[in-house]
């Protein structure tokens, strides 16, 4: 089983989307060289996002199931 980190964007509104990006790089993205956050509508993955909404950002793990793991567990 291999553990993979994505990230829950909650945004201002309340509404989360997942993200396949590890947070802290997400915040890089996210960010000028300064640190300030960026205006305007960024995609990532399937979805456009405006970072001045954002709320908070957490880190959520995912399992993925080699097919291993699946025979293993078949018996």
Known sequence: MLQKVKTKVIMDSGKE???????E?????????????????LQFDNIFINP????????VNFEIFTLEDIENAVG
Not at 25 to 41: C, K, P, S, V, Y
Not at 52 to 59: D, N, R
């Open 52 to 59: 001045q909404h954002i709320s908070s950002l957490e880190a």
């Open 17 to 23: 989307y997942i993200v396949s990006m590890h947070p």
């Open 25 to 41: 790089l997400f915040a890089i993205h996210i960010t000028d060289e300064f640190g300030n956050i960026l205006r305007g509508m």
